[in-house]
């Protein structure tokens, strides 16, 4: 009785631990086509996760089979997984060494023959008895026996492990930093979690009686830790591979996607596997217990992780803990156009109940956008109205009232001048509907309105502030991702992105943004297209073939496709914000529209129109930016290709010098 309970209790361990890597092996295969796509290293890492997922996803269906005709679809459907296994890892072996510049076409003609081979032996693991014969069934290691060529796939799988194993220590030994070491020795350590996930199933295929039940299912259990544990590493070390942001968010992004994703659906399977097989439980339908408690889990997780957060970040970011808490606090405390206008709103909406009126507006004079009424109360033809009548001289010479009180009476309307806190700019205007002829609050109204207008002015500075952080950001982030790219870069010896940043490129130089404006100022010819710098760019270089071999063509092909990436989605307007860059670029470049008309058609002032052509500018900056790092992406394999060619004969660097 006691080994029936511990075997049933390692067996039901074992298949959340399967349905764990598999959870596992998804999240991660699903980060890195978001994250790490383009990368060859993240797509052959991509293809041994895939690999596992067939693998791991048959053997959770079959702890639920109870005959062995049930079985045979889903051992079949595990050997789409075990048959490339091999073939994945002699790739992904490959393109690591590819990164360290050990160049091999035979290596790479090998890889694609390892594929092949692997869909030779899936075919004949499903459609013959050659490779495996009729499976035994026995809940937990239910599998196919061994067939007459079963060691050829035996010797075939040790093989490419070894020789995979082989090619990454050669790839650690040609790295030269410490840093590209170490992270290779994480890819060394965990290479083995794909083939630990095989090698059970081969153990029990050629001798399903070698080992007692419950001893089988002990070193099934701490296999199976063993590759949760090895896959996340393995994750780790290869998401830095090509990646252009900087390891503080791709650690972030990794671990919380583990967090909130693997942890939470690993969390929900245990649930439904423990809940007892019964139709009833406590007096109540299995199925309300069961969506009760997965509610409960979803939630609760959740609401642990988002607790927990400070503390994981702390830990992931020690060193720089402080500086990540200001970032978060100030994500917290930031204020966008609609925080802005919902707090000015709430202002207006107190003020006018106090003082019982019913139409109020506040007209921000310190907008990047240009002077506009940011929030109202009332009927908008009373404000416009009363806007259009400002009698503005007196505004300026009252200063916010005589006698020491708040308001200007003009009309129908109390206004008052909103100041910054050293009382010498204008931030704004904020006028209320008069409720009477003659200026009559109360000391308590006073009181009142004058903490009020205070919030009101400490909102608008707030948001002035923030729109000069956001610009002065603007104008170093092309500089960030420089740097970041940099980092990318250096991380391993002779990485496909080192290109980017040892050509000469424009988009790394400072004055990248003024290229762009000079170039756009001759679009339709001039010097400053035909000699433009901008012409060294790859993008451009790779846009020659479909402009008949002309830089200026070719050129003015690209900047017209950076100015098209700024289009939004639908019907062109002309005086909607989302348009607004792109209306810009389109008519004063493209076009060749004169400022003042562009203003006119646009409802805007010349010198709020010039303000935003500089945004304009940039944005057509960053853009062309990401098109040449998109492109250096591209090519970074065909650059490969042709060094490939070359035959090259790889001398070793250690072997050269052992002292280093």
């Known amino acids: 009785m006691e080994t029936l309970t511990f075997t049933f209790i390692i067996t039901r361990l074992n298949e959340a631990l399967s349905s764990a890597i598999v959870i596992i092996a998804f999240s991660l295969f699903v980060y890195m086509f978001a994250y790490n796509l383009r990368s060859a290293i993240g797509q052959a890492f991509g293809i041994l996760l895939a690999c596992m997922c067939f693998t791991y996803a048959g053997d959770v269906a079959l702890y639920k089979v109870t005959s062995i005709e049930d079985a045979i679809p889903w051992l079949k459907f595990q050997w789409i997984g075990i048959a490339f296994i091999p073939a994945a890892y002699l790739h992904f072996a490959d393109v690591l060494l590819r990164t360290t510049r050990a160049i091999s076409p035979r290596r790479r003609f090998t890889v694609v023959v390892a594929y092949i081979f692997g869909f030779v032996l899936l075919l004949l693991a499903i459609q013959t008895d050659y490779l495996v014969q009729r499976p035994f069934y026995s809940p937990g290691v239910t599998q196919f026996r061994a067939g007459p060529f079963f060691w050829i796939f035996t010797c075939y799988f040790y093989a490419t492990l070894v020789w995979g194993a082989y090619k990454i220590y050669r790839a650690r030994a040609r790295c030269l930093t410490s840093g590209a070491r170490k992270r290779m020795t994480y890819l060394a350590v965990s290479f083995a979690a794909p083939a630990l996930g095989v090698y059970p199933y081969m153990l029990i295929a050629n001798t399903p009686n070698l080992l ?23 994750a780790y070390s290869v998401v830095f591979f090509g990646a252009m942001s900087p390891d503080r968010v791709i650690k972030h992004n990794l671990i919380h996607l583990l967090l909130r994703g693997s942890l939470v659906a690993t969390l929900v399977i245990s649930i439904i596997q423990i809940l007892p097989e019964q139709n009833q439980i406590l007096g109540l339908p299995r199925e309300l217990i069961l969506a009760t408690s997965i509610v409960m889990v979803i939630v609760l997780s959740q609401l642990f992780i988002n607790i927990i957060k400070p503390a994981i970040d702390s830990v992931i970011f020690f060193q720089d803990r402080n ?32 003082l019982r009126v019913r139409t109020g507006f506040i007209y921000n004079l310190a907008a990047n956008q240009g002077p506009r009424l940011e929030a109202y109360i009332g009927s908008i033809d009373n404000i416009e109205q009363a806007i259009a009548n400002i009698n503005v001289n007196t505004l300026i010479a009252e200063k916010n009232g005589s006698d020491h009180l708040h308001f200007i009476v003009q009309d129908d309307f109390w206004f008052v001048i909103l100041k910054n806190q050293k009382r010498d700019r204008s931030l704004g205007l904020l006028g209320i509907q008069a409720r009477a002829e003659a200026y009559d609050l109360t000391p308590e109204e006073e009181d009142t309105t004058a903490l009020l207008l205070n919030h009101a002015e400490q909102a608008l500075e707030d948001r002035r502030l923030q729109q000069q952080i956001f610009t002065a950001l603007r104008s170093i982030i092309p500089d960030i991702k420089r740097v970041q790219r940099l980092s990318s870069a250096i991380s391993y010896e002779g990485a496909p992105n080192l290109a980017l940043l040892t050509e000469n490129s424009p988009v790394n130089t400072p004055d990248f943004s003024k290229m762009v404006k000079d170039a756009l100022s001759h679009y339709w010819g001039g010097p400053k297209l035909t000699k433009s710098p901008l012409l060294n760019l790859r993008v451009v270089q790779e846009a020659m073939s479909d402009n008949d071999g002309n830089q200026s063509k070719a050129l003015r092909a690209v900047l017209e496709q950076a100015i098209e990436k700024q289009r939004p989605e639908g019907e062109r307007q002309l005086t909607a914000a989302e348009w607004l860059i792109y209306n810009i670029l389109e008519l004063k470049f493209i076009q060749g529209m004169r400022v003042r008309d562009i203003a006119n058609r646009l409802a805007m002032s010349e010198a709020d129109l010039y303000r935003k052509q500089r945004l304009a500018i940039e944005e057509v900056a960053r853009t062309l930016s990401e098109m040449e790092t998109q492109n250096g992406h591209d090519t970074a394999d065909d650059n490969g290709s042709h060094m490939e060619s070359l035959e090259t004969k790889e001398v070793d660097y250690r072997r050269e010098n052992p002292k280093d």
């Not at 419950?214 to 949760?228: K, Q, Y």
């Open 212 to 234: 007692p039940t419950a001893i089988l299912f002990i070193v099934l259990f701490l296999v199976n830790i063993g590759i949760a544990v090895m896959l996340i590493l393995m």
């Open 323 to 354: 500086e990540i808490q200001w970032i978060a606090e100030l994500d917290r405390r930031l204020l966008t156009t609609s925080d802005l206008q919902r707090a000015l709103e709430n202002i207006l909406i107190i003020l006018c109940e106090t």
